[in-house]
């Protein structure tokens, strides 16, 4: 008897799924990717119209997410956060602040690729995934600034995939991934990582209706 429970226990053993290694949570990867996400504040001049015919010029500022992605200082973010800035600055969750310019855009695909000025020590690049994986039901989370938080986190699951041009006509060429995680004024641009760590997604628009 004792011969066939030890026989039945090691069966039951390895019937029982094991894995290598523990999977990380989502505190663990957050902390471990989040100082590759960057703070983007804008500035733009705007014309407004006075009653006399003469048009009065006023710096208009704005607030965005991103993600360096190479380590000469590339920065990934939406279209839409930088394309008609006049003044770009990037800030590093060290505080540091530095400029950047556009050096390519795609507004129908919402994506934009800055250029810093120079990239700060022990900055950490991100690693770009395969979106193309990403499954409806995976967990996955955002980091951005919503109004301007820098740094916040909201945790969800892809809970949609779209292709081109059947969601939002304004942008023809982006493919979207619809998402339960939490999206404010101020996420834009800002990554979606999957729960390896790496980027799948840069936070494009909310649809609310």
Request: charged share 15%; hydrophobic share 45%; glycine share 12%.
């Amino acid at each position: 008897m004792a011969t066939r429970l030890l026989t039945l226990l090691a069966l039951a053993l390895l019937a029982w799924p094991w894995t290598p290694a523990e999977a990380q949570s989502v505190g663990q990867v957050f902390r471990r990717v989040n100082p590759s996400v960057v703070v983007i504040r804008t500035r733009e001049k705007d014309v407004t119209a006075r009653s006399q015919g003469q048009g009065q010029v006023v710096s208009v500022s704005g607030v965005g997410s991103g993600v360096l992605i190479s380590p000469d200082g590339k920065v990934m973010t939406a279209a839409h956060v930088v394309h008609t800035a006049d003044e770009i600055s990037v800030e590093f969750l060290s505080g540091e602040v530095v400029g950047a310019r556009v050096i390519a855009s795609e507004p129908q695909a919402d994506v934009s690729l800055l250029q810093i000025e120079r990239v700060p020590a022990g900055t950490l690049v991100a690693k770009l995934g395969d979106s193309d994986k990403g499954q409806v039901g995976d967990q996955i989370f955002i980091i951005g600034a919503p109004y301007g938080i820098g740094h916040t986190l909201s945790v969800g699951h892809i809970s949609g995939r779209h292709k081109p041009n059947t969601v939002y006509s304004g942008m023809s060429l982006a493919e979207f991934f619809q998402t339960d995680a939490a999206i404010n004024q101020g996420n834009s641009g800002g990554p979606m990582f999957s729960m390896g760590g790496e980027v799948i997604g840069i936070v494009s628009h909310i649809i609310s209706k």
